[in-house]
């Protein structure tokens, strides 16, 4: 759907890889731009994970892109940038703010050329503010944000998600913007700037607790270690006699019949949320006599909500998760089969494919700068000159 949009990504790390990987993924023609020594996500994986010398963390969110190495603090290398931004439909960076200003890439400079250019920053928090300069990372804005204290039982210490969920969201609003920018486009023939950050995607997570807190509702955090404040019990994660079971939004009539026990009959709907301590503690002792598979089969009987709780071993084998393909195998050159997350929508029935396995190091400067049109001496050239590199 994106086929003939040209996206030039000065991205890195995780949020700004990830989002140029949906553009890619829709058919846009991705160019990563990488110093000479390569994006950061090349030399790093959190576990120390490489398979056959290539970053996990680097193939997970860079499939369907194409690398250039540019020195950008090379005068002939920026020169040749414009060149190519003057041709471009998007331009996606997550610099610190400021950085691309000072090398002359800056909006309110390409848009003089290229007034159709839809401009998208990512930052940490924002363009501007007290807080421009920060260190934007994922475990770090779950903490600024409220996230982190929001989760875990009640006495215990704050609680960071166990994955980068807020660099996952950004990116995800990132692409969003670019999207409706884009779409804007076709009406007004004008590009825009495009600003997504993780301080207020971390809060838009958050939209429905957050909500309620500015409203004036204030939870604590159970003792049963629910994950909500906010939500009347039994809601959160229960231990059975041989592992776990979450339980949500049901009432405690239902309770009554499902875990044959009378005392629930006594709490009436509107005191569910008042005395949801009560109620999370009878059902906490209740699920700890039988196993996952007995109160599964008597959940589903009743149609209770509910789900056991699983590791990524289960979740790999899942049936809907291999229903949906949602794992996307990729034959890379260097690292053989390597499983990661496929796209996650479809369209018209059919999931966007592989066009492109995660780059090499300046794998196709060459072409990008024939595309540009210099001849094969003028690429030798400048390569030569220590502006580009390029893989030999």
Same mark, same amino acid.
């Not at 939004?249 to 509107?270: Q, R, S």
């Given at each position: ?14 949020? =700004? ?86 090398? =002359? ?34 475990? %770090? ?12 039982? @009640? ?25 409706? +920018? ?7 023939? @004008?590009?825009?700037?495009? @600003? ?52 949500? %939004? ?5 309770? /009554? ?23 999370? @503690? ?24 509910? /789900? ?76 030569? =000159?220590? +502006? ?5």
């Amino acid at each position: 759907m994106l086929s003939g949009t040209r996206v030039v990504s000065f991205t890195h790390f995780l949020q =700004g890889p990830s989002a140029t990987q949906v553009l890619g993924d829709l058919g846009a023609d991705v160019i990563k731009i990488e110093p000479p020594q390569g994006a950061f996500e090349r030399g790093w994986s959190g576990p120390d994970a490489f398979v056959g010398g290539v970053s996990v963390f680097f193939l997970l969110a860079n499939r369907n892109a194409r690398s250039m190495v540019v020195d950008l603090k090379a005068d002939e290398g920026r020169r040749v940038l414009r060149r190519l931004l003057d041709g471009a439909d998007v331009l996606i960076e997550s610099f610190r703010p400021g950085v691309m200003d000072r090398l =002359g890439l800056g909006y309110e400079e390409l848009r003089t050329t290229n007034p159709r250019l839809v401009y998208c920053s990512l930052s940490g928090y924002g363009s501007d503010g007290p807080y421009r300069d920060r260190p934007g990372q994922d475990v %770090l804005v779950q903490s600024l944000s409220g996230l982190a204290a929001a989760t875990g039982a @009640e006495g215990g210490p704050p609680t960071p998600v166990g994955a980068s969920v807020v660099d996952a969201h950004g990116a995800a609003l990132g692409a969003l913007g670019i999207l409706a +920018a884009l779409h804007g486009r076709e009406r007004t023939g @004008e590009g825009t700037r495009v @600003e997504s950050n993780l301080l207020s995607a971390a809060l838009d997570l958050q939209v429905e607790p957050f909500s309620y807190h500015l409203n004036g509702f204030r939870g604590e955090r159970s003792p049963s270690g629910v994950s909500s404040r906010f939500y009347r019990a039994p809601y959160g994660v229960f231990a059975t006699a041989d592992g776990h079971l979450t339980i949500s %939004l049901t009432g405690t009539d239902v309770l /009554a019949k499902v875990l044959d026990e009378p005392w629930f009959t006594g709490v009436a709907p509107a005191d569910e949320y008042a005395r949801r301590e009560e109620v999370n @503690e009878r059902v906490a002792a209740l699920l700890a006599e039988r196993p996952t598979a007995y109160w599964i089969e008597r959940f589903t009987e009743f149609r209770v909500w509910h /789900a056991p709780v699983h590791d990524f071993d289960d979740v790999a084998t899942d049936p809907q998760v291999r229903h949906n393909e949602t794992i996307l195998t990729i034959p890379h050159p260097q690292a053989g089969d390597v499983r990661v997350p496929a796209h996650p929508i479809r369209y018209g029935g059919e999931r966007p494919g592989l066009r492109r396995v995660p780059p090499a190091l300046g794998e196709h400067t060459r072409e990008v700068l024939g595309e540009l049109g210099y001849s094969p001496a003028a690429v030798d050239a400048l390569v030569a =000159g220590g +502006a580009f590199g390029a893989r030999s």
